[in-house]
């Protein structure tokens, strides 16, 4: 079994073939924002299939989705609690 990693610098997406073996004929490729998140998954095998993220304005993740199922997330502001002594 071997394997192929390939790299895109225009569209920041990696790809990783593989050949012979258990995963012959298997395909990756992640795709990254400039910030260099991941932004999508796919993965090519006998049912393909791909997976998509989304992220918050701070940078954290807060959506995925393979068209099918999506979940979301919410991160809540901290809050600070002031109490007074007793």
């Avoid at 995963?23 to 260099?36: R, V």
């Avoid at 998140?37 to 993965?43: A, E, N």
Wanted: charged letters at 20%; hydrophobic letters at 25%; aromatic letters at 10%.
């Amino acid at each position: 079994m071997g394997f192929q990693m390939r790299r895109s610098n225009s569209s920041r997406r990696r790809k990783r073939s593989y050949s012979g073996g258990t995963l012959g004929g298997f395909t990756i490729t992640n795709g990254c924002d400039g910030y260099l998140r991941r932004t999508d998954l796919c993965v090519n095998a006998a049912t393909p299939s791909t997976t998509t993220f989304g992220y918050d304005t701070a940078s954290r993740l807060n959506s995925v989705s393979n068209g099918a199922y999506s979940v979301l997330s919410l991160q809540l502001p901290r809050q600070f609690a002031v109490g007074e002594p007793d």
